[in-house]
């Protein structure tokens, strides 16, 4: 598989996160870490349907206690302290510390072996991605950091280096299968179903259409997107795979007003333009590279 080709394939995982918020607010009101223990489920699974043709993909759960430790740090860390920054800091704050991430992963891809240090288009490509998904948040409202909120501030801000230090650090363990997402997507179901019996109360799908959006989530958003992206950050550009994940809010923003969750705004234009530029100049950057 090509660079190109399996920046591609990453880039799919950034298209099927864009539908995270119009399939869960279509998903009624299960709690945070039920919806997680049900949508890894579904995702787990769907990586382990096609062992029943190819046996050898249970092998590659066979890993180092370090490669599960990343696995699940990233899966089921990210997604808990992303919980816990909402249930402690507003939300729009929460939401745009936390979209950090793909920032990082352009500064932390450049002490990568091999990856030519950090490149100025894709770290202006970066910044403008930023631009935009804060010109995005501001549109929904004024942004007012308080004291009180310290607690989700930091935990919002743990989830960027988490999230960015998994996708980074799969790079170093490129020899690892992607069979073994599915072992990590299943361990993170088993984590979150705990803390689902620990803190919250269970609310159950009311419909066909809410248990619908339930399955699309682990098919998609919690279940496919994971294993685009770790092909993606293995083997693909990592740095334009950043850049280009800040589109993920923006193409999730002009769903929910096209499914009529959402207004349209000036704020959301504004985005596009943004972010469309930084990953213009992203890969104009490293294609001159």
Excluded at 52 to 61: E, K, N, Q, T
Excluded at 240 to 254: D, E, F, Q, R
Aim: proline residues 6%; hydrophobic residues 60%.
């Amino acid at each position: 598989m090509t660079i190109r080709s399996a920046t591609l394939v990453g880039s799919g995982a950034i298209l099927l996160w864009s539908l995270l918020a119009l399939f869960t607010a279509a998903s009624g009101a299960v709690p945070p870490f039920q919806l997680a223990a049900m949508t890894f489920l579904v995702g787990g699974l769907l990586g382990c349907a096609s062992w029943i043709v190819r046996p050898s993909g249970l092998a590659s759960l066979r890993q180092p206690p370090a490669v599960w430790a990343l696995g699940i740090a990233g899966l089921f860390g990210y997604h808990a302290l992303y919980f816990a920054a909402l249930r402690l800091a507003p939300p729009a704050e929460a939401g745009l510390i936390s979209y950090l991430w793909p920032l990082l992963i352009v500064l932390f891809s450049a002490l990568l072996p091999g990856e030519g240090g950090l490149r100025a288009a894709h770290l202006a490509g970066a910044l403008l991605g930023l631009a935009g998904v804060v010109a995005l948040f501001l549109g929904r409202g004024s942004l007012t950091f308080e004291a009180a909120a310290l607690p989700g501030y930091a935990a919002a801000l743990a989830c960027a280096f988490l999230w960015s230090g998994y996708s980074v650090l799969s790079r170093r363990v490129g020899a690892v299968p992607t069979d073994a997402v599915a072992g990590f997507c299943l361990a993170t179901a088993a984590l979150s179903l705990a803390c689902h019996l620990a803190v919250e109360r269970t609310v159950w799908p009311d419909g066909p259409a809410q248990w619908a959006a339930v399955a699309a989530l682990g098919l998609g958003p919690v279940g496919a997107a994971f294993y685009l992206w770790d092909i993606g950050v293995k083997r693909g550009d990592i740095r334009l795979l950043g850049v280009g994940s800040y589109a993920a809010p923006v193409l999730s923003t002009l769903i929910l007003v096209a499914a009529g969750y959402a207004p349209a705004t000036w704020a959301l234009t504004l985005a596009c333009g943004l972010i469309v530029a930084g990953a213009l100049v992203a890969t104009r950057g490293g294609k001159a590279a």
